[in-house]
Structure formats: C-alpha cells, structure tokens
C-alpha cells in the first residue's frame, strides 16, 4: 500500500495569487495524477504527473494554469496559478504502485479563493 | 470514455446486506471494472476490481454479468462505517498503459442503525 500526504491541507486565497500543493508518497510509486473536486461534485482528473518530462493534461486543463513538477518518485507538485474564486475546490494527489492496480488518494487540499 | 451509470442514491440497514449496482453497457473487452468509494471529508480508496470473472476480497464482492454490461458491488454485512458515494468506474487500458480512472457520479450509500 501507499500512504499520501498533501500540504497545506486547506488555504484561503486572493484572488490573482498562486498556490503550489506538495504531494508526498511515503512509496516509490510509477504514476501520479492530480484530480479536482468541486463543492458536492465529481472527481475531475486533471493531469498525470509524469517523472522526468512533462505532465500530460486532460481536455480543458492547460500547463500556464495548472504547472505540474514530478522529479522523483515519491513526489510532485501542483500549482494553481492565477486563481479566481472557480477555482475553489478540493485538489486530490492519487498514486498507483507499479505492483497493483489499487489507486491511492491523498486527503485533499481545500482551496477557497476570494 | 466508456460511460457508467449508477443509481444517484441507495438505502440500507445497519448488518444486512447492500447490492449496488453498475451499468457500462458501451464496455470494451479489455475495460476494467472498478469501485472506489469515498468517505466523507475524505479522499477515494480502493474497493475492488475485476475484469470477466466475479472477484471476492475482504472489504466486498463483486458480480460481473456474463456479458459485461452491468455489475454489482455487494457489501455482506452493511455497517455504519459503509456510508459513503460509490464509484462504478471503467478503467481503460490502451496497450501497456495502465489507462486512467474517470469517475463518474457515484451512488450515495445511506446506512441506518
């Protein structure tokens, strides 16, 4: 199994700032992807973090606003640039070992924007 | 993507057994079929997966119809703890890659006492 840590767990921003939220894997794991979940709604996957080149995003979901950094196997970054108040939601790191077909799911960030 | 559809909403008693089901009547042969399920306040975990064959662990059982089209996540003995939205979600694999997970609505377990 493998345990995922995320910080900061929540924040309150202003609009027109950026966020960066770490994901730690206490495992090395072959992938990683970022998913958002907005108030009382879905998970949305909004890009695989790839080790050693870049992240491959999701229709609608654009590197200028979501840079993605993965440069080891224990761990990525998420960045939420430029925020306005849509994108308050709930950001989740997820990992998959390379030995099973079990996803593990961070806790989540809450990210409110005013 | 192959879709999933599932009921918005399904009822349960405290120690009797739960039956949720999944349609994916678009599934592909080499689609998996997945549930997670996400507790409050929480993120997803893993319940079980399959492909053709019926699947058995110690969190659930699931039953995969002969021809792919539905399936069902039964939960034995439903406890307070088992509260939470179920996801029916098709993996889809494209040659060696592991393929991704895109969720869907889900079902929203209730379980009384």
């Known amino acids: 199994s493998a345990v995922i840590s995320q910080k900061p767990s929540r924040d309150i921003c202003q609009r027109g700032t950026s966020l960066t939220i770490q994901c730690q894997v206490d495992s090395q794991v072959t992938m990683m992807f970022w998913y958002r979940q907005q108030p009382g709604q879905s998970l949305t996957l909004i890009a695989t973090a790839n080790q050693g080149s870049e992240a491959t995003y999701e229709s609608g979901f654009v590197i200028d606003k979501f840079p993605i950094s993965r440069p080891n196997l224990t761990f990525s970054t998420l960045t939420v640039s430029n925020m306005s108040p849509e994108d308050s939601s709930i950001y989740l790191c997820?990992?998959?070992?390379?030995?099973?077909?079990?996803?593990?799911f961070g806790p989540g960030t809450r990210l409110t924007v005013t | 993507d192959a879709k999933t559809t599932q009921p918005n909403s399904m009822e349960s008693n405290e120690e009797e057994p739960v039956h949720l089901p999944c349609n994916h009547s678009t599934i592909s042969g080499t689609d998996y079929i997945h549930w997670y399920r996400q507790l409050p306040s929480q993120g997803p975990e893993y319940v079980i997966h399959g492909l053709t064959s019926n699947v058995n662990n110690r969190m659930a059982s699931l039953a995969i119809a002969e021809d792919r089209k539905s399936s069902t996540l039964i939960l034995h003995r439903a406890t307070l703890r088992d509260a939470a939205v179920y996801y029916c979600?098709?993996?889809?694999?494209?040659?060696?890659?592991?393929?991704?997970?895109?969720f869907g609505q889900g079902t929203i377990l209730t379980v009384h006492p």
């Open positions: 997820s990992a998959l070992s390379g030995t099973s077909y079990e996803q593990y």
């Open positions: 979600i098709l993996r889809i694999v494209g040659g060696t890659s592991y393929g991704k997970l895109t």
